[in-house]
Nanobody, 115 residues
């Protein structure tokens, strides 16, 4: 019933910026903590960023200072603004919703950082 749909991925130049979006439905969005994870080829899925229902955010060390997570409760959307992108940021980026009881994942959106 809960659906998370990511968008905004694609081919990005090294050093460039992109904003990913995750539109949520089937949930009371403002009650959920939201997060982004990513999975690069040959690697395990890793935590990127999280934002609480109250708007507090935290980041993985490698993303801190370059990535910004935000949310718009009126639009039931969480964003990931990514700057100074590097080839090693290439991955499928997944949206995640945390109710404290259940976890929900989006289908992912591919971000490829290459010239």
């Amino acid at each position: 019933q809960v659906q998370l749909v990511e968008s905004g991925g694609g081919l990005v130049q090294p050093g460039g910026s992109v904003r990913l979006s995750c539109l949520a439905s089937g949930m009371i969005f403002s009650d959920f903590a939201m997060a982004w994870y990513r999975q690069a080829p040959g690697k395990q899925r890793e935590f990127v960023a999280r934002i609480s229902s109250g708007g507090s955010s935290n980041y993985a060390d490698s993303m801190k200072g370059r990535f910004t997570i935000s949310r718009d409760n009126a639009k039931s959307t969480v964003y990931l603004q990514m700057a100074s992108l590097k080839p090693e940021d290439t991955a499928v980026y997944y949206c995640y919703a945390d109710s404290r009881v259940r976890a929900f994942w989006g289908q992912g959106t591919q971000v490829t950082v290459s010239s």
